[in-house]
């Protein structure tokens, strides 16, 4: 008998990639096959993002589309919080449920295509790390879900609850089962990866019978002992933060950061209600180049929220031209339904937010523009994540860049032989010979 078949739609942010990754393992433990197509599926189930207004549109949309394709579909993630909204574009699909809800999910499969019975998950191999749904040579790592802040124009904590970390034993075993399947790269997530332990108290739990902590640092630092490469995502600038930047300076993890500032005016941060507001971010970002020349700052920001004024903006683009940040994202302020901030008083009307959104792209562009200038003539460690055959290219990635939402390393003029020898997850060392506002580009200089 075959093996029944679940169709997977993974929507949303890395987060609820490593939620999908977690349901597509139970899914390969328990004897279903994954479905490379809707038709070719016994059930479909969609992980959805409720985040902002057009990630709920593109979950309603791939419900439709799953419906109308298979028919039979579950529904989970983010927007499943709101079920109600879900029936009433959907009313057939077969069962909703909320973030994290993994073994709610597994019980509307069981329900609707039952576990083959003889299934043996001591025979039928799925490999240690699970199944991962990025490509092979990196991968996420959520150490904890949930958030203790309530920023006002977020409803995360409202989905996904409070701070509840993992006890470092166990992120440490799927580190070493990632690292032992191939992966060169582990990219640390959380919603506040600095937070980490607080809920548990900073507990000692075992990894190979050493005693850790399960604190921000002491993660830090064991996975910086796993030889491949370590970048922190969600970091706020908590003074103990400054401590990983001595782990960054000695080589053992990257010195990247990603910090969502979101805004500089100290006013608009506290009607955010931002976590670390109080911070003197700036002379914190000094102390940490002068420990670390290289490390590399990435952020976002959000311009136009209610109640910024001019005087606000002029203050947010001031910092940015003094913080030199490596790399910056920026949104216009949108409502989330059920956000607090839909009740602060002064909503920037969107002409005004969009002409501050391109004032602040502008100015930072120039900053990324001459940060990558600075970069030519150096030498780098890249990772290589794929090929542009045509062009005898290999795209990479340095220290500076995480994937998805950094630039990339081109590296060019390649030789057949290069091409022929080279593959996705080897790391090189390349002379960077020219740059854009986003990427660089490189010769080959040894394969490492
Ligand atoms: S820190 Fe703020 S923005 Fe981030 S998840 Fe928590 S409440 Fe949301």
Redesign the pocket.
Known sequence: MSSPKVGFVSLGCPKALVDSERILTQLRIEGYEVAADYSGADLVVVNTCGFIESAVQESLDAIGEAISENGKVIVTGCLGKDEAKIRSMHPSVLKVTGPQAYQDVMNAVHEYVPQPPEHNPYLDLVPPQGIRLTPKHYAYLKISEG?????T?????SL?GDLVSRPIGNVMEEAQNLVNAGVKEILVIS??TSAYGVDLKYKLDFWNGQPLKSKFIDLCAALGQMGVWVRLH?V?PYPHVDAVIDLMAEGKILPYLDI?F?HASPRILQLM???AHSENTLERLAVWRSKCPDIVIRSTFVVGFPGETEEDFEYLLNWLKEARLDRVGCFTYSPVEGAVANDLPDHVPVDVQQSRYERFMEAQQIISAQKLQERIGRTLTVLIDEFDLEHSVAIARSYADAPEIDGHVYIEDLTTEDLSRLKSGDKVTVTITDADEYDLYANLVTTN
């Open positions: 958030c203790n802040h309530r920023c124009f977020c409803i995360i904590p996904r919603q506040d969600y706020y969502p979101q209600k931002r976590p």
